[in-house]
């Protein structure tokens, strides 16, 4: 999304000679409690063009183009976006779900802004910062994160998680494992050279290796998909669908970089 925006940004001041700030903040990127906060979420992002006054009102809102709004409504299709996950939680018609969606969008016009779904960890299951404060004087300890949205059990299993998967790569690279031992490890299970790994061979064989040294890359050495695209000399989304195929192969193969299991 940084590379998106920046790009667009670059663009658009060239073509509109201006220069500075396009968009207002930063791209944000939560992980949501889908059982507690999911819905609210939906309704608070949906009405951003309406708090922002770039429709009148909530009838204007429905066919405004930009947002997802008019999607789940079924106004305005769109391929690409899942309605259904959202619409299920409204009705098993769709065209009642849709109608108890609206109502539910509705409602939250008189909201306003609502910080409380911008992020900020364990402070909303606390009852905010006077609640933080009360366990503090209390000698209570508890955990939050801007960059999640969730009751405590859910933030506290969230940044569990999140604490395995940083210990399993720092692990990896204490090791040594970087991406040059790594692809001379595919190299050495797969019988595909490094060569040709490396660049835009398609042959099943040699598109099997890339797959495992793209999954293992990204998941267990922590490198940016990125990062493995320039090394390996292919697009971002190559890098990525290859990672999505080495990840089911690994998985039900169950290899890993500890056992050096042969293909």
Not at 21 to 36: A, M, P, W
Not at 102 to 114: P, Q, Y
């Amino acid at each position: 999304m940084r590379s998106l925006l920046t790009g667009y940004a670059l663009y658009f001041n060239k073509r509109h000679r201006r220069v500075g700030y396009l968009f207002q903040n930063r791209y944000k990127s939560i992980l949501v409690d889908q059982k507690i906060y999911l819905l609210q979420l939906v309704r608070y992002i949906h009405l951003n063009p309406l708090r922002a006054g770039l429709v009148p009102d909530i009838f204007t809102l429905n066919t405004y183009p930009w947002s997802g709004h008019a999607t789940i409504l079924g106004i305005q299709p769109v391929d690409w976006q899942d309605t259904e996950s959202i619409l299920r939680s409204f009705g098993k018609r769709v065209g009642d779900a849709r109608k108890k969606y609206l109502e539910f969008v509705a409602k939250g016009v008189t909201e306003g802004k609502r910080d409380d779904l911008t992020g900020g960890g364990l402070l909303r299951s606390f009852g905010g910062w006077e609640g933080v404060l009360e366990l503090k004087s209390k000698g209570k300890r508890w955990r939050g994160d801007e960059r999640i949205l969730g009751d405590s059990d859910f933030v506290e299993n969230a940044l569990a998680i999140a604490e395995e998967q940083l210990t399993r790569k720092e692990m990896w690279k204490s090791h040594g494992w970087a991406l040059d031992s790594l692809m001379e490890y595919v190299e050495e299970i797969s019988g595909v050279r490094c060569k040709n790994i490396i660049g835009k061979n398609r042959d099943h064989k040699t598109s099997k290796a890339r797959s495992l040294f793209a999954w293992w890359a990204i998941e267990e050495l922590g490198y940016s998909a990125t990062s493995i695209s320039k090394f390996c000399n292919i697009s971002l989304s190559s890098v990525l669908n290859a990672a999505k195929r080495g990840g089911i192969y690994i998985n039900n193969k169950k290899l890993t970089l500890k056992d050096r299991p042969l293909l």
